[in-house]
């Protein structure tokens, strides 16, 4: 992983961003837990135990049987879980269930070639992907046509009625087009998202109309070419599905704190998506690590090799958002006094062998949180301590702490601590009416990603036992943090914030490197706001430590110490972009910038929304029902285009104005908002009753 730093010395104080690889001294590892208790984590740490789990609940993709659904049974992998958190003796453990319409099951599915031979072009039994979500019942003799990518422009005076179309492209676009009006009796698709990577792995795709195969590009090429050809191929498709009763199965448990009142931590992993799809990455890698920290946390604690938190640990895991959103719904007391979530998606990956990094996400300006540079800690602790043997160093600078796995890869931790992600069970956490800042654990790219081809083959012992011990340590950390480790919690954030705000500044001079003598002013005006957004940001972060404080005031003032250290930083970035635009204007041949609110802007600035008791009144997602309420001659009076509408929700804090708000969105995205639609948005938002201006 790669960093930018930026280096200044402003009236005296010496400012030291976080070093990137290149510089890292080779012997200087640290952490925030002492090694007599990382040493216990990282010793106890199963990465073979992780990776054994992947075996048993996501080694194939198998038919799941009629048994298994119904509001009494449970899943495999659920029953899987279940035990092993009965022969790891954890506590208070809950399998919470919740209704869901009926779920679609596929009991047969054959595809074969009769004429101009009979040969097998796909089954069910061979790769569960090869039928499509959704397909109905059918049982169908008919003639084959090549359709190309299936798009309405292909289709175009093709005649498909009564025939099966064959297509490189996405079956639920294809059989959406050609099985509706256009008469087509079915699909065959070849489509898969990585054919020269991998050309045998075929995406989890869904119908709605008819059924459609999906077959490898490898099998698909040859059946392709003979369509081309122009031979005639008639196969018989059956499908056989039916509707039946299924619930959101979540498994919960904890690792109980000393104190009850001092806050929890959430651990977060999705046993499934959907009941048919079934991956060994995505994401039953997050369940088996998750279920590695809890045995180790539970066994350090138990054997009194390490104390017992003040805090709470607690982890969730069952269908992806939407049974996390339920359950979460159902606990808003619980959320009120949850401090943080780590979310464990597809962890396990082989990351060589991947392609991929070991990505931390963190959370957004929105939900600043102490809880993003304790993870980043032990992100870098193992990515430090594991790279220094393959630089040929070893004669002089031994490995600082070789963390491998018996049998899995003795490779560097490839590592990349980024900005936010969704599409994962820590939004329902981040949601605005949730406010509990969550980030996402996960191995990006994923070159098997939603396909037949995320198996357990692909996931690596060694990568497992790391992630485990990361989110061991980080939420050991937390839990059982003093004013001690909140102070240096603090001390880490004011560090690794200068990087970040190096980060905004050198965005910033890029805006006016590519200025014109016409946009020179706004790209002035952009990059300040970078600058100040990214300032605001690291001060609002470290005001979050105050959670852990016992000692409110030692704990504060040296927050306030340190905010001050971030404002003298901003100041130093201010000054290098006032200087950086003058050299701009003069190589440009016009006239410095001086700076002036628009109209717009003044009334913005004085517009400080704060949102209302409504917000969380009704749990996860609630207000949404108060927004789809909101009378069409609003929204028409108020439209709003930006696409960044969750997050301006969660930079409603009563503090930010809108022009800040604004500006705010601007350094998180790579597209600006408008600032007419931050105050449409706001307007709407008011008409809904969930925010006071």
């Known amino acids: 992983m790669l960093r930018r730093k930026v280096l200044f010395s402003v009236a005296g104080l010496a400012v030291l961003a976080a070093a990137g690889i290149a510089q890292m001294t080779p012997w200087l590892q640290w952490s925030f837990l002492p090694p007599k208790i990382l040493d216990e984590i990282i010793g106890e740490t199963s990465g073979e135990n992780a990776w054994n789990a992947i075996m048993e609940t996501g080694g194939y993709d198998k038919d799941r049987p009629a048994s298994e659904y119904g509001p009494t049974s449970m899943f495999h992998e659920t029953k899987f879980y279940m035990d092993k958190l009965k022969e790891y003796n954890i506590p208070g453990v809950e399998l919470v269930r919740f209704p869901t319409n009926k779920a679609w099951d ?51 005076g093709k005649d498909v009625k009564d025939k099966i179309v064959v297509t490189d492209g996405p079956a639920g676009m294809v059989s959406s087009l050609a099985c509706g009006d256009k008469g087509a009796a079915g699909v065959i698709s070849m489509n898969s998202s990585r054919p020269y990577f991998d050309p045998l792995q075929l995406p989890w795709g869904t119908v709605r109309l008819k059924f459609a195969f999906q077959i490898p590009p490898r099998d698909g090429d040859y059946l392709k070419r003979r369509l081309l050809a122009g ?41 499934f998506e959907g009941f048919v799809k079934q991956g060994g990455n995505d994401d039953i890698s997050g369940c ?12 350090l604690i138990t054997e009194n090799r390490i104390p017992r938190p003040k805090r709470t640990i607690r982890f969730i895991m069952g269908p992806e958002i939407s049974g996390t959103g339920m359950w979460v719904k159902a606990n808003k007391a619980l959320m009120e006094k949850t401090l943080c979530n780590i979310n464990l998606d597809m962890v396990g990956e082989w990351l060589s062998k991947n392609q991929s990094f070991m990505c931390l996400m963190r959370t957004t300006y929105g939900n600043p949180h102490y809880v993003n540079d304790v993870v ?24 600082p702490r070789r963390i491998v796995a018996p049998t899995g890869a003795d490779e560097p931790f490839y590592y990349s601590i980024e900005t936010h992600y969704g599409a994962s069970d820590h939004e329902v956490f981040n949601d605005w009416a949730v406010r509990v800042p969550g980030v996402m654990m996960i191995a990006w790219p994923d070159r098997w990603y939603h ?10 012992p060694t990568q497992l036992k790391r992630v485990a011990i990361i989110a061991a340590a980080s939420a050991y950390t937390i839990a059982s943090a003093d004013d001690d480790m909140a102070i240096k919690i603090a001390g880490e954030i004011t560090s690794n914030a200068t990087a970040r705000m190096g980060h905004q500044l050198v965005r910033g001079l890029e805006e006016l490197n590519n200025a014109t003598p016409e946009t020179l002013a706004e790209a002035y005006r952009t990059a300040r706001a970078y600058v100040s957004s990214s300032v605001t940001n690291e001060k609002e972060t470290l005001a979050t430590v105050d959670q852990l404080a016992t000692d409110k005031k030692a704990v504060d003032d040296y927050v306030a110490s340190m905010q001050k250290s971030v404002d003298e930083v901003g100041k130093a970035n201010f000054a290098a972009l006032d200087a950086h635009m003058k050299a701009v204007a003069k190589k440009l041949g016009t006239q410095p910038v001086a700076l002036q609110l628009t109209d717009i802007e003044k009334t913005a600035s004085k517009i400080v929304p704060k949102p209302t008791a409504k917000v969380k009144e009704n749990g996860y997602r609630g207000y949404a029902e108060l927004i789809g309420k909101v009378p069409a001659e609003v929204r ?6 930006t696409r960044y509408t969750g997050e301006l929700q969660l930079l409603i804090n009563g503090k930010h104005n809108a022009l800040e708000i604004k500006e705010m969105l601007d350094a998180q995205n790579p597209t600006k908002t408008d600032l007419q639609d931050v105050l449409n ?7 809904a009753g969930l925010v006071e201006m």
């Open 681 to 687: 948005y706001l307007e709407v938002l008011k008409a």
């Open 376 to 399: 980043e800690n032990y992100y870098r602790y193992i990515g430090e301590s594991n790279r220094e043997h393959v630089q040929n160093r070893s004669n002089f600078y031994p490995v």
């Open 636 to 641: 028409n009076k108020y439209p709003v285009k």
């Open 288 to 299: 088996a690590s998750l279920m590695e920290v809890a045995r180790v946390l539970n066994t």
């Open 231 to 271: 031979q005639k191929i008639k196969v018989h498709a059956q499908v056989i599905s039916e509707q039946v009763d299924a619930d959101f199965q979540n498994i919960v448990f904890e690792i109980p704190g000393t104190d009850p009142n001092a806050g929890e931590i959430i651990f977060s992993a999705h046993l």
């Open 106 to 156: 596929a009991v047969k599915g054959e595809l074969w070639e009769v004429e101009p031979i009979r040969q097998k072009l796909a089954s069910y039994r061979d790769m569960a992907a090869m039928l499509a979500t959704g397909s109905q019942n059918a049982d169908v003799t008919a003639e084959l046509i090549w359709v190309g990518r299936g798009t309405k422009e292909d289709l175009e």
């Open 451 to 460: 396909t037949s081809g995320d198996h357990v083959d692909k996931s690596d």
